[in-house]
DNA sequence: CGACACATTGACCAGACTCAAAGCTAGTGG
DNA sequence: CCACTAGCTTTGAGTCTGGTCAATGTGTCG
């Protein structure tokens, strides 16, 4: 997890999509002639929000983001978390008007990158359209994962499951291995993540502290037992659609 | 309500992707000639199953389906309802693995699409493509929202919410008017999709009619007052994105 | 060395769940 | 055409997971 040199936008696009399929020459220079205006934002900063209607889409070059819904007296969903590599925004390509805002969770590195330019992109290659409409697909998949584990499974094992998540995430990107990485939400994040509150949260960590299956501190996930903490978890990683991991 | 002649599969997917944009002649006329393999099931009958490979996508003509996954210890969770003019599993064209189940809810009419065709139909024309794009995003968005009930409104809101979302869906096909539409679900199809229990589903239904908010008998839902029921279940419909009503 | 945000803990509460037993009702078959 | 049945709905009584409110630690950063 130390933070290795941020890569040019459109060569971090390339590597991400080249971890799906493989790009001809003529669509990857397409790609590297995108132009992008980068943004370095502070943690806790939002990006678009609801009821935006953005004409930039938005690739995290580093950092941590996400996806929220503001509802009334305070209540909070937090919808999906984004790390380097995500584009969270995609949909805005296709669906004007935001119906939740995008934030940053850390400080990150941003790139932005003109509706206009993408259209024209998607029209020229079908092939890129078809990667870039994939990664939206898999995004859907992980939003069904989410209602899935708040409908359904106990908060032990929503947390549990969330850990498991971020943690193939990251480590498809390199940015996580030997069971560590980063976790730079508060217990307030996980709680909005997950429909708890966080002191419930603050329980259920503190009991699986007790059960040696994680360590949580200063912003730092270790899983101490993975295969323990999956099975208790009941995770499958299937939806994360993780066809080869991305160095 | 009462059930319109069937259209022709084809036919009902112009007319779909047309209430959202124009089709040039061209595209109309590829659509056309798409091959479909129509096929009547009963209700409660799986369409595809969670970690099959299918080889075809299927549009709603009639009836009611839904997609849902099982978990341990007889667990279910239903993740989306459709209705006619639905591609339910458009995202098997890009993603191999089914990582839930769809199944019929009532006697439904279904058209089979190769997804060859689909695929060549989307790399031939981008604009097609694009449209089927934003109906996936589209679906995307009505799970962030399902996710936000489920994770942060009481069991009041989240079926009121399911209320008025449904109704607005089978408003825009034809299907529904007066505040009147077909609610072919069970009071157990309910929890599942909301996170409750069909016990808890029970007393809350009560609880509405003693408001006179609905009424629901025979699987006919009536409301009885609109604005009411979509301010108690903090119901904005700008998430279904529906720009235009077809008839 | 504050100050502020975040984490932790305790005591109490409530919305939703579980288990179990009756009622309904729409089909089915005789 | 009616009795039967399977599946669905309704209700009651008791329980529990997770929520609320509020106070107290703890760590980090200017």
């Known amino acids: 997890m130390p933070s290795a040199p941020i890569p040019h ?13 493989t790009l001809s020459d003529e669509e990857r220079q397409a790609i590297e002639r995108l132009p992008v205006r980068i943004n ?20 995290i070059l580093d950092g941590w983001a996400c996806r929220y819904k503001l509802l009334s007296q305070g209540k909070r969903q937090i919808l999906s978390f984004h790390i380097a590599g995500d584009i969270p925004d995609l949909q805005s390509l296709h669906i004007h008007t935001m119906d939740h805002s995008l934030a ?21 290659h079908p092939g890129i359209a078809a990667l870039l409409w994939r990664n939206t697909l898999i995004d859907a998949g992980i939003f069904r994962e989410w209602m899935i584990g708040i409908g359904r499974r106990s908060a032990f094992e929503r947390i549990g499951h969330l ?16 069971y560590r990485c980063p976790m730079p939400i508060t217990q307030t994040d996980f709680a909005d993540a997950l429909g708890l509150t966080s002191v419930h949260v603050n329980r259920v960590l503190k ?21 323990e903490l999956m099975r208790v978890s009941e995770f499958d990683p299937t939806y994360l659609h993780l066809e080869q991991q991305a160095a």
């Open 9 to 21: 936008a459109t060569t971090m696009l390339v590597r991400k999509l080249e971890s799906i399929a």
């Open 40 to 59: 370095r934002l502070d943690g806790r900063h939002d990006i678009v929000r609801d009821g935006d209607k953005p004409s930039h889409c938005c690739l």
């Open 104 to 124: 940053t969770v850390t400080k990150a590195t941003l790139a932005f990158i003109p509706h206009e330019n993408l259209r024209e992109l998607t029209a020229q």
């Open 163 to 178: 850990f498991c998540e971020m943690y193939l995430k990251l480590q498809a990107v390199g940015l996580a291995g030997d």
């Open 207 to 227: 009991d699986m502290r007790g059960q040696t299956l994680i360590t949580l501190r200063s912003h730092t996930l270790v899983i101490e037992a993975w295969d």
